[in-house]
């Protein structure tokens, strides 16, 4: 079987299943940006409060669920697919935020194919995949750089990444 998104999902000889649902794309307004640049900054001062190596293991299980989120989605068995793989990721970064950083992109460009093609994350807010984008790349910077303790920038400490 072979899938395009843009187009028909196509079986054999001639036989067609049937087209992804087509929608409108949700338009975002500057109440949606603002929480979504505000939320990472929450994110990142409450987790900062986790001592180590607590924070990196408690992430790598925020990220797997986060994984989860799309199950219903609207792309059907890639949900599955998705949610594997993102599962594999995060257990990588038990050990690493590296990882964690990177399922973090991962779901972030998940957010974008749900923002235009599928399903919202949250179903009364129908720009809230794109929000959720936007948080998620923000937060994937945070762990990308080693996902540093912002009590320790006040206490001049300097950008010290967690081990």
């Known amino acids: 079987m072979f899938v395009v998104f ?12 049937p087209t992804m649902e087509s929608h409108v794309v949700p338009i975002m307004t500057t109440a949606d940006v603002v929480v979504a640049l505000a939320v ?10 986790i001592p180590e190596p607590a924070r990196r293991r408690f992430m ?15 792309f059907g068995p890639w949900e599955l697919v998705f949610c594997g793989v993102a ?4 257990y990588r970064g038990l050990e690493s ?3 964690i950083g990177v399922a973090w992109l991962m779901h972030t460009a998940w957010d974008l194919a749900h923002h235009l093609w ?3 994350i949250l179903a009364f807010m129908p720009s809230s995949s794109a929000g959720c984008a936007i948080t998620d790349a923000l937060i994937a ?4 750089r080693g996902a540093p303790s912002v ?10 990444p967690a081990k």
Do not use: D, Q
């Not at 790598?60 to 609207?74: K, M």
């Not at 910077?141 to 990308?144: A, D, E, I, P």
């Not at 009590?151 to 010290?160: A, D, I, L, N, P």
């Open 97 to 99: 935020y590296t990882w």
């Open 141 to 144: 910077v945070w762990f990308l």
């Open 151 to 160: 009590y320790g920038v006040f206490r001049h400490e300097g950008v010290v």
């Open 40 to 49: 990472p900054i929450v994110v990142v001062c409450l987790v900062s409060l």
């Open 60 to 74: 790598a299980i925020g990220v797997a669920g986060a994984g989860a989120t799309y199950l219903n989605g609207g």
């Open 118 to 120: 599928g399903n919202p």
């Open 6 to 17: 843009a187009g028909s999902l196509v079986r054999g000889a001639g036989t067609t299943l």
């Open 87 to 90: 599962t594999w990721v995060a």
